[in-house]
């Protein structure tokens, strides 16, 4: 079938099964443009900002388990991406990114909005294609998207001359793809798989250590399988949150710099660590000398790279996660069958210290708690599909805490890279991916003015997100680190609480805006605003003083963690 490059692109994406791609339309993508306005089964949401197009690739991928696709066009519009693409390098989260660039002949010429982006992107990429002949689209496209999503996920690049889009091809979509260098690890060894069977089953303190690659290689039911199998205490990252159940009995909540102490405690004090689809970032690790020191190390990983990277692996175990917690699962069961007791004094050795450390935070004054605010929406949405997307700061760590995920892909931030301003457009993104759920982005001030300008996308693109904002007028974590460690002096963090106000902000991108100052007022905007099938803003005025606790302090090791300190009980 003749057409031109413009066209294949399209037809490429159809073959895939695209549903749904993220973009903005300019000079060098013109012509996919419009071949869009010729016809496509794709649908195209239209950001205002690459960025935003870009984090709303995320949120799809992130919440559907596919490939996310975004579309710019060259110069400001390609390097515009790069935040997302980083974001979805450090994440592990399958993205095809589609960007115009200025005719083949111009190439090289520092010509209108021309800019290398493949060589920008490529220490942030799988790997990245500037397509030089039309007849290279089809199979370009298909390499591209076996690339994003097999072995360990991430974010590749396309980018195409304006001519190669209006050049004329006679499309034929491959059905296989030949990537000879392309070898992702498909099996696993089996005599791995029995040498970590053997040493969990037989451990005496044992912890799985569970990160989002668990999530992204479709394990979450065979992790539970081997953790209820075994008896094996489970805590997940903050990328791995929801893979496993969070009010299962076995789960102990989230390691790291603003886990909870138990969890730290468990991982530091164990004899087996456990870790699965997880990376030893430093968030998690604390001081990486000081981190499990007297624990046997067993890696389970589908990239080979990450095996010993930053902490040896005593025992490794490369392959597809799915799989290989499939086998473990039967090989640990087999031990416990022949009369190889459980951990159950550990077990209940960690109940104890959960007990003994709970989150806690001061409940005095006259301001609502930020606290609160999420303890709130979840006693609100417990049971119900809801997907839960945070930006990056005291909220985020704040939703971890007090958000209890019960399935995977219901949990969505922006962890290694920590990107501010990634809720919002994540969200719209989430939404377009299961649009039957109910999408709830928790937001600080800071992030939510980065990336604000989306929930006009929302509303017109009938993509209906809620926005929980919680509002204490400052860059929060920056704050609370000036507070802590660089002797209070707070050098530009005040945002101010009234400026803008967020209220007539929603209700000008044609949302509905909400204001909270006090409990009281807490519970009923939050019911109003799930009930209503609208983009919603709740301004939630908080406790500005509030810190985040508990915390490792950067560098300190993981056992060392600082826990919130009553004003009342230390005057005491």
Known sequence: MKMNGADAILRSLEAEGVEVMFGIPGGAIMPTYDAMARGTTVRHVLARHEQGAGHMAQGYARASGKVGVAIATSGPGATNLVTPIADAWMDSTPLVCITGQVRSTLIGTDAFQECDITGITMPIVKHSWLVQDVKDIPTV????????????????????????????????YPETVDLPGWRPPRKVHPLQIREAAERIAKAEKPVLYVGGGTINGDACDELRALAEVGELPVVTTLMGKGAFPETHPLFFGWPGMHGTKWANIAMNTCD?????????????????????????????DIDPAEISKLRDADIP??????????????????????????????????ENLRDEFPLRYGTSGE????????????????????????????????????????????????????????????????????????VVCVDGDGCFQMTAQELTTAVIDDLPIIVVLVNNGYLGMVTQWQDMFFDGRRSHVGLGVDVPDYVKLAEAYGGVGMLVESEAELEPA???????????????????????????PAGAAAIDMVEYADPVEAAS
């Open 526 to 552: 939050l019911r109003e605003a799930l009930a209503l099938n609208r983009t919603v803003v709740i301004d939630c005025r908080v406790d500005p003083t509030e810190q985040c606790f508990p915390m490792i």
């Open 367 to 438: 301001w609502l708690k930020p606290q609160k605010v999420i303890e709130v929406l979840q006693d609100l949405t417990a049971g119900d599909d809801v997907i839960v997307t945070t930006g990056v700061g005291q909220h985020q760590m704040w939703a971890m805490q007090y958000i209890l995920t019960e399935k995977p892909r219901n949990f969505i931030t922006s962890g290694g890279l920590g990107t501010m301003g990634y809720g919002i457009p994540a969200a719209i993104g989430a939404k377009a991916a299961r649009p039957e759920a109910t």
């Open 141 to 172: 496209m298909k390499a591209a998207f076996h690339v994003a999503s097999t072995g360990r996920c991430g974010p590749v690049l396309v980018d195409v001359p304006r001519d190669i889009q209006e050049a004329e091809i006679d499309f034929v």
């Open 272 to 300: 087996v660590l456990v870790a699965i689809g997880a990376r030893f970032d430093d968030r998690v690790t604390g001081k990486l000398t000081a981190f499990a020191p007297g624990a046997t190390v067993i890696h389970l």
């Open 317 to 350: 175990v490369v392959g597809p996660l799915k799989k290989a917690l499939h086998e473990l699962g039967i090989a640990v069961g087999k031990h416990r069958t022949a009369g190889v007791p459980g951990p159950s004094a550990w077990v209940r050795r960690i």
